[in-house]
């Protein structure tokens, strides 16, 4: 038998052979000194490494939040819309039911009654157009076609709490309907309000919106509406091109077109690309929508939540700990105080 | 110089450079916009330049008989 070990009527707590010297009543002004030097070192202990901690996770949160930008590929496809040159023929909407596969249309695609009311993407259309006053020449209307934007940094995808939504490198933003489960919460932080909810179809929650036929852009095709556009007020290729075209139309042609594109920097810039003759407020474009990426006004808070979780329950379980122990202490002390007055 | 000699297929590399439908079409609607309510109803294409597939299809039937 090994003499180094121990043998088992030897206490092996100073604490409890103290107490075993004093007899079987424990000394309790000294038990309550030891407690109270106890706590006060556990509390500092705890609130040292609550700090520490808290410093090195606000730290990591925003290292992580800096890590994480996403400005978009540079390759990345595009279209840019020229209001000027859109004469609301709606083949774009047509073009867009054929390759989707959508419901025909309750009016037809050839009748100007549907002109009358403002109308949203929906189920059955990922894109409509709707024709509004030209304050330069009333016997020129003018006209909008309504899509998903496909942001750089898509609100949608970063609301998304089972990553439904994905933007790809080659530019769109798709959404997968195996995934979604039906919360919405894309549709509330979308700044352009274009994702649409399925309501006739409660038991299998389904978005629809448009795609930017990503079928065919991931190949190097364009977009069906932009192939079909008879005058060129949609054209499709590289974002960065586009960006080019854009500002050399305007540049040429500077009483024609207001000098701003919409989509280059909006929201932290999105695919479609958008020039006009009129203040893009005419066509009811929103025009309130930041610079920065949506995801910026969420992204530092949301950083931190995991951290949240993981430190603050067991820093709070400590404390919790400390405070029940030292209540329990004192409620002894104070029954075995009690006890002696006796 | 034919139109088609620049103008050929749409082609995303050159965004600038129009396709020659979209060519062929901003020529007519330089004039033509607002004659016959040409980009202002939808069903104008038919009535001005493009005839209606019905009538394509008694087009071609007639000069096929003819």
């Not at chain 1, 180094?4 to 079987?24: I, M, T, V």
């Not at chain 1, 039906?182 to 549709?187: E, Q």
């Amino acid at each position: 038998m090994d003499k180094n070990l121990k043998k088992p009527s030897e206490p092996a707590d100073p604490l409890s052979e103290q107490r075993g010297k004093a007899g079987d009543k424990p000394d309790a002004d000294a038990i309550g000194d030891s407690l109270n030097f106890t706590r006060r070192r556990f509390m500092g202990t705890v609130a040292a490494i609550g700090g520490a901690l808290g410093v090195a996770s606000l730290t990591s949160g925003v290292k992580t939040a800096s890590a994480k930008e996403f400005s978009g590929s540079s390759d990345r496809y595009g279209v840019l819309y020229d209001l000027t040159m859109c004469v609301g023929c709606r083949s774009c909407e047509k073009a867009c039911n054929e390759e989707n596969k959508l419901a025909a249309p309750k009016v037809p695609f050839d009748d100007p009654s549907v002109f009358e009311e403002t109308r949203r993407p929906m189920v059955e259309s990922y894109t409509v157009v709707n024709r509004y006053p030209n304050p330069k020449d009333p016997s020129k209307p003018l006209y909008r076609k309504i899509q998903c934007n496909h942001c750089n940094e898509p609100a949608c995808a970063t609301a998304c709490p089972v990553h439904a939504y994905n933007k790809t490198a080659e530019g769109p933003v798709t959404y997968d309907v195996n995934l979604c489960f039906g919360c919405r919460y894309c549709m509330v932080a979308c700044p352009y309000y274009v994702p649409a909810y399925d309501y006739n179809s409660a038991l299998e929650p389904r978005i629809s919106k448009c795609t930017m036929c990503d079928h065919r852009v991931k190949h190097g095709r364009p977009t069906a509406c932009s192939e079909i556009c008879p005058t060129g007020a949609l054209t499709f290729g590289k974002r960065i091109d586009l960006i080019k075209v854009a500002r050399e139309r305007i540049m040429k042609n500077p009483d024609k077109y207001i000098d701003h594109i919409f989509g280059e920097h909006e929201a932290g810039g999105t695919s479609w690309l958008y020039i006009s003759g009129v203040p893009f407020e005419h066509y009811g474009f929103p025009t309130n929508i930041q610079k920065a990426p949506m995801l910026e006004n969420t992204k530092g808070f949301l950083s931190t939540v995991p951290l949240v979780f993981t430190i603050w329950p067991a820093l709070f379980g400590m404390l919790y700990a400390a405070t029940q122990h030292r209540s329990r202490s004192e409620n002894g002390t104070d029954h075995e105080k009690t006890e002696e007055k006796k | 110089m034919a139109c088609k000699n620049c103008h050929g297929a749409l082609d995303p590399a050159t965004p600038q450079m129009p396709g020659l439908k979209v060519a062929y079409h901003r020529q007519c609607f330089q004039c033509h916009w607002g004659m016959a309510d040409v980009g202002v109803n939808p069903k104008s294409c038919t009535v001005m330049c493009h005839d209606k597939r019905d009538q394509k299809a008694s087009a071609k039937a007639n000069k096929v008989l003819y």
